[in-house]
């Protein structure tokens, strides 16, 4: 993506996982840089480990090097906005990860452009992962395996009640005027978006507690509706498929192939590979694929779009930060050797295919359906996909099946070839398709 200025980015549109305006993003990044460097504290114990990793490993070493000194040394990369330096070294990187071990997602209001950081750990990596060696090095399974540690040292702090010191009505607190506010224009989506809604009308909560009774951040972001706030559509009609994910419709794919090259700037969905070569993936190709992701301010938790029984259900381990060449300095085809700012999360469709992502196959009790699949899609720190139904249950359409932790992502429906499968809603909505809503029909 080419830019107009230094000051004109836009970053993470897609779920407004981080603030629409790049400077805000760049200046809450500088912030936390220079608070890092003027209060360096003794690593983590998992951060302990990644640094003798990098030290010990030459080729984790001169990935993790590699990357950091690829990033352009020209405007925007040089300086932050406020005129910090960049991290340009493994130690610096290690110190601020350190610091963002310990922080949850929650908004700035820096120079007056608000917006939510929702993922704190994809701003440090930003530029990094739109190099070659950052392409290469998000590929590695070492260090993914790694990340993995990383990010579960992060989970156990997002269940902590320290984590909810953002659960505030702060100007940085996610009640406070602006996070109110957008939480409440996500949630206010279908028959039920009365004006006189308030947040502890829509969802179990407890108003009169202290972080309306939320005692983590994970306890927040997992928060579930009241009864009757999302409604299943027509629970009786097998042929009505309901939707999954409270999300926004991204792509819907015919004939899709068995094995393609995702990797490339379209983006083609390559079923065996999206399925992890499961021995049921097979049945999948020639056939559908609908896509849509999740807002950082919406519900989070998985519905059955189908009533049926569960055939299979397992999550895949996959990568965290990778994103593709196209993306970044490392694409020679390129007109502009910028790094595309919007990064990982303009990879939808790539990201089916190569991240940590739960399958879940429901043969439905209608006939015309059969075998379908669920697939929740990790997306960054947003790697802990949790299945809460398992291979024999059967479940009943708009049941829970799941829910991401710490963020969310994207998800797929897929159906096998010949099933006739209509009436999906078109990609570019403006608001999420509520979640159990009617998302297409099988004639």
Known sequence: MSTKNDNTHHLHKIGGWMPPDHAAHREWLG??????DNTKQELQPVLQEFKNLIETNTRVYMLIEGMLREVPHKKPYRQDPTGHPEIRDYYHFLQVLNHLLTTAPSWT???????????????????????PSGYAAFLDPEINAMLKKVLNAWGDFLRSPASADVLDTSSRGWFGEVG???????????????????????????????KYGFKSWDHFFTRQWHDGMRPVADPEDGRVIANACESKPYRIAHNVHGRDKFWIKSQPYSVLDMLGHDALAEQFVGGTVYQAFLSALSYHRWHAPVSGKVVKAHVVDGTYYSEPLFEGVGNPMAKSQDITLEGEV?????????????????EADEPAIGLMAFIGVGMAEVSTCEITVKEGDRVKKGDEIGMFHFGGSTHCLLFRKGVDVTGFPKPGMDENMPVRSRLATVG
């Open 180 to 210: 109110h506010r957008d939480l409440m224009a996500v949630a206010k989506i279908g028959p039920t978006a009365a004006e006189s809604l308030e947040f502890h009308h829509m969802f179990q909560c407890d108003p009169s507690a202290p």
């Open 346 to 362: 303009i990879s939808q469709a790539y990201i089916t295919a190569t991240a940590t992502r739960a399958l879940i196959f429901i």
């Open 109 to 131: 209001d820096k120079a007056h452009r608000v917006g939510l950081v929702g993922l704190p750990i994809n701003a440090l990596l930003d530029w990094p992962m739109g190099t």
């Open 31 to 36: 912030g936390v840089i220079k608070h890092v």
